[in-house]
């Protein structure tokens, strides 16, 4: 089951990460991001390092350095 948060509206979000390729390094980076659905690329749990913030204004939550 993937991590998911539910916002001040709300509405439930699910986290999910992707590898990949820089265009201009070519290094391999994951990168995090929420959707409205339970993807297979869904995490179980929030990564190292790393809080469930919420924008005060849409409501959209993102990952940020803990």
């Known amino acids: 089951m993937a991590f998911s948060h ?5 509405q439930t979000y699910f986290l999910n990460s992707k590898d ?3 265009k ?3 290094r391999v980076q994951t990168i995090y991001y929420f959707s ?5 690329t ?4 929030v990564p190292a390092g790393k809080t469930v913030v919420e924008n005060s204004k849409t409501g959209l939550p993102f990952l940020k350095k803990a």
């Open 20 to 22: 990949v390729t820089l």
């Open 6 to 10: 539910t916002n001040s509206k709300g």
């Open 24 to 26: 201009s390094t070519g």
């Open 36 to 40: 409205k659905d339970e993807r297979s």
């Open 42 to 45: 869904g995490l179980d749990a």
